[in-house]
């Protein structure tokens, strides 16, 4: 039998699978009827298990012929799907993405890949959207945005991820701050400035861990969402805090980090997106995110 599986066989099957009637079927293809039947007869040959039920006033769907028109159907919705997107690109040679952040994704890795993205597809726009964690997933799963990058402990059902960066904690503390021969313990009276819960229940809790690790409980003073505010705020003499290593870039601030490089605590930045949105920008966008995780 030198048979093969062509495109056209599925298409035709698949044209029949619809109809339920070989003249009808053959009508939609312009073939002959004959040349249908011969068609399916192969299909069922190569694949060695029957897809009709044949009557002489009906053809149904065997279980088989059932599960085939499913993956059948699944896989021309796919290509029609990659037929439009090839369709833009080479109309419009421009694709939008939007794409939520959390502040350190810029001082780690956000900032090179859209160097990176307007090097080498100029014309594709990103709205970015700075965004808490929390907003970020829900936002995608509604379909509300294309990416996020988040710090999160699991990646939310319904939603793919690849971790991008994992990183330490550093203390910040003001300029004058005499602390780098203190433990984290000596520092037990002092007043705290956090991420606030809003931010992300998993990364705050992750934080909280490092004070239970550390022998106690955090004078917790202030909490906010946002990075260059904790700053100002340690830089006033209101309180110190612990951050991603990675925000210690981009921000001009009077204050001083200390690297916690020996605490086993550690923090994932994670790109996250919708499993059902699928388009020719995402691809290239991954594409690129995937060669800066290689560098």
Do not use: C
Not at 1 to 8: A, N, S, T
Not at 62 to 69: E, I, M
Not at 83 to 102: C, D, N, P, T
């Amino acid at each position: 039998m030198g048979y093969q599986i062509e495109l056209r066989h599925l298409y035709y099957f698949k044209i029949l699978a619809e109809e339920l009637h070989f003249r009808k079927a053959a009508e939609r293809l312009f073939i002959s009827q004959p040349g249908l039947s011969r068609q399916i007869k192969q299909m069922e040959e190569i694949y060695q298990v029957a897809l009709l039920e044949r009557g002489k006033r009906y053809v149904r769907l065997t279980h088989a012929g059932s599960y085939l028109k499913k993956e059948v159907d699944d896989l021309f919705s796919r290509l029609d799907k990659v037929e439009r997107e090839l369709r833009f690109m080479g109309e419009h040679h421009v694709s939008e993405l939007r794409v939520g952040f959390i502040g350190s994704a810029v001082q780690s890795v956000l900032a090179q890949l859209l160097i990176t993205l307007q090097q080498e597809y100029p014309l594709m726009e990103i709205d970015l959207q700075e965004l808490p964690n929390e907003m970020q997933v829900a936002k995608l799963l509604k379909e509300e945005l294309d990416f996020g990058f988040v710090r999160i402990d699991y990646v939310p059902k319904g939603l793919q991820g690849i971790p991008v960066r994992q990183e330490h904690f550093s203390l910040v503390v003001p300029e004058n701050f005499k602390a780098d021969s203190l433990s984290l313990y000596d520092l037990r009276q002092e007043p705290f400035i956090l991420f606030s819960k809003d931010y992300s229940h998993s990364y705050f809790d992750l934080v909280m861990s490092i004070f239970k690790d550390a022998g106690f409980e955090p004078n917790v003073a202030l909490r906010t969402v946002n990075a260059l505010s904790i700053f100002n705020l340690v830089e006033q003499g209101l309180g110190i805090a612990i951050v991603p290593a990675s925000l210690q870039k981009g921000y001009t601030t009077n204050v001083k980090f200390i690297d916690l490089v020996d605490i086993p605590q550690r923090t994932t930045l994670w790109l996250i997106w919708n499993a059902n949105l699928n388009n020719a920008a995402m691809k290239l966008f991954l594409e690129a995110v995937e060669r800066e995780r290689q560098k």
